[in-house]
């Protein structure tokens, strides 16, 4: 996606990785990633925002990172703080690359904004990204919205998910094995509304021995 005359999260960036840099959860599925790939494995993480935790923790771990997001502002902040990975400008629904181009791809929090019918095209899509026996770390805020209006640090946003059991199924439809399911209460900070994250850690099925 190319620069859009108004980008939300100019005045957000910094506010954003105060809120949202440093999830138990989501730092916890990084560290399992990395435990699991070799030295410059290639990884993609959809929605890179400032680049932390997720690309420079990746990045640290010697990995290979392409980093995509929408937005211009965060795409700068990322490429200060991580100049080790890689940053484009795309929307995860035009970004084009080979099926099996990467060995594990990242998604947290960035497939709120989309329609559903989006969201499960994504999740086909990336599958087919992964090499055979890739892995698919995904972490949204889950429930029953679809277009749903919010307040969301201090502004009104308008956000999709599906219910945890629904995600799952939704992951398995696309092909994924599900390797890990969990969903925790977070608070932002100075906010009374609670969000329920969930965290999924997913498979694309290894080839089978003997398979051509």
Do not use: K
Not at 34 to 40: A, F, K, Q
Not at 87 to 92: P, R, Y
Not at 146 to 160: A, K, M, N, V, Y
Not at 184 to 194: D, E, G, I, K, L
């Amino acid at each position: 996606m190319g620069d859009s005359a108004f980008d939300p999260f100019l005045t957000l960036g910094e506010t954003y990785e105060e809120v949202y840099g440093q999830i138990p959860e989501q730092l916890a599925a990084l560290a399992w990633l990395t435990e699991r790939l070799p030295p410059g494995a290639p990884v993609l993480d959809v929605g890179s925002g400032t680049g932390r935790p997720t690309a420079d923790t990746l990045v640290r771990a010697g990995l290979d990172v392409l980093g995509i997001d929408v937005s211009a502002t965060m795409l700068g902040l990322a490429r200060s703080r991580v100049p080790d990975a890689r940053f484009e400008q795309h929307d995860v629904r035009d970004f084009r690359s080979p099926p099996g181009s990467f060995t594990a791809v990242c998604a947290f929090f960035s497939l709120l904004s989309m329609p559903r019918p989006d969201i499960v095209t994504t999740l086909s899509r990336i599958h087919d990204w992964l090499t055979p026996g890739g892995y698919l770390l995904l972490g949204t805020v889950c429930g029953d919205w679809d277009g749903h209006e919010t307040e969301w640090l201090g502004r009104r946003e308008s956000i999709t998910s599906f219910p945890a059991d629904e995600y799952e199924r939704r992951l398995r439809q696309a092909g994924f094995d599900l390797l890990h399911r969990e969903t925790v209460p977070f608070t932002r900070p100075n906010a009374s509304a609670r969000e329920e994250h969930l965290f999924c850690y997913a498979r694309r099925a290894p080839v089978a021995a003997g398979a051509s």
